[in-house]
């Protein structure tokens, strides 16, 4: 990608960030009454396709998929992006296997905006073609075929599976040339570690289960986020204290629900120093990432107004937005 040709790409970005959702739009969504009010004040934002305005999941279906369009429009080299898209595609890997072993199919649960969309995935796993895959999938699915298969253990299907998606990224991130990939490797699989330490303590699970489900990154020691979520909550929050995740023992200490949200705007934090770059990839980045974390908040408020959550229930959940 040549200069001329990022100056082009970020001016459209640039454009498009101006339609992005800001803190007062968030505000206005959480004063709407109900649901419907709130789809109407995002279609009149533009969201969704006008046939799909009165429903909020083909509404948001349509932002995903809006945002890869853009993309694919203005980006000339796309495996750049292949990193963001490492989730959606080890997402198709497990419920394939899952489909396939337990013999039930419902395509709903697969993306298609990714590499390897959902009908090809399943072909893959029926097929037994696991060689079809990238290398480091390809030994993933293989083994997490067999252990579904032969244990009927899901949930350590889902391990194997989500710590080689973290290793990809991992490495694609330190494969990369810009530096907006390399931060935004670094700070999903870190915040992805925390995540599941989090969740493997108030679970009460193993260290061997956090042995087999934490990945390797170089912010956070995982051996010692494993051994600090063995000791209760406290010795997670007391560790993160000496990472560059401070912020998170914070949000722990407050609620689970801040905690989520915390996770989510340190990757809009990450992104904030793209608003000020011109010529790099790092803007079509950003715009990714804050796209994703709106259409996020949107439905954490639409879920909240349809099952009549208490205003503070939602704002607690309620994402930073980076426009």
């Not at 339609?19 to 109407?40: D, F, G, H, K």
């Not at 429009?73 to 750049?80: G, N, R, T």
């Not at 390797?216 to 000791?231: H, I, S």
């Amino acid at each position: 990608m040549n200069e001329l040709e990022y100056i082009y790409a970020v001016a459209r970005i640039r454009a498009l960030e101006s339609s992005l959702l800001t803190q007062s739009v968030i505000e206005q969504l959480m004063a709407c009454q109900n649901e419907t009010q709130c789809l109407q004040l995002l279609s009149e934002k533009g969201w969704g396709d006008p046939a799909d305005a009165h429903d909020p999941v083909k509404m948001l279906q349509r932002e995903e998929e809006k945002i890869w369009e853009v993309i694919s429009d203005i980006a000339p080299d796309l495996s750049v992006f292949d990193v963001m898209s490492y989730t959606k595609v080890f997402h198709n890997v497990k419920a394939a296997i899952k489909a396939v072993c337990t013999g039930t199919e419902d395509r709903n649960v697969f993306y298609n905006d990714c590499s390897i969309p959902g009908a090809q995935m399943l072909e893959i796993v029926k097929n037994k073609e696991f060689w079809r895959l990238p290398p480091a999938m390809s030994e993933a699915a293989q083994e997490a075929y067999d252990v579904l298969l032969h244990t009927g253990d899901g949930q350590l299907c889902d391990v194997i599976v989500d710590r080689a998606a973290l290793k990809a990224i991992s490495e694609a991130g330190r494969n990369a040339e810009d530096a907006i990939i390399r931060d935004y490797a670094e700070s999903a699989v870190a915040i992805a570690d925390i995540k599941i330490a989090v969740r493997s303590q108030k679970t009460g699970k193993s260290q061997e289960f956090l042995k087999r489900a934490l990945a390797p990154c170089d912010t956070v020691q995982v051996e010692l986020l494993a051994k600090a979520a063995a000791n209760g909550m406290d010795a997670i929050r007391d560790y993160l204290l000496t990472t560059a995740y401070a912020g998170g023992a914070e949000a722990l200490a407050e609620s689970p629900s801040a905690f989520e949200r915390w996770c989510d705007n340190r990757m809009i934090e990450t992104m904030r120093p793209q608003k000020y770059q011109a010529f790099s990839v790092g803007p079509l980045v950003a715009y990714i990432v804050a796209r994703e974390n709106e259409i996020k908040t949107v439905r954490i408020i639409l879920t909240g107004k349809q099952n009549q959550f208490p205003e503070e229930a939602i704002r607690e959940r309620i994402r930073e937005m980076y426009g």
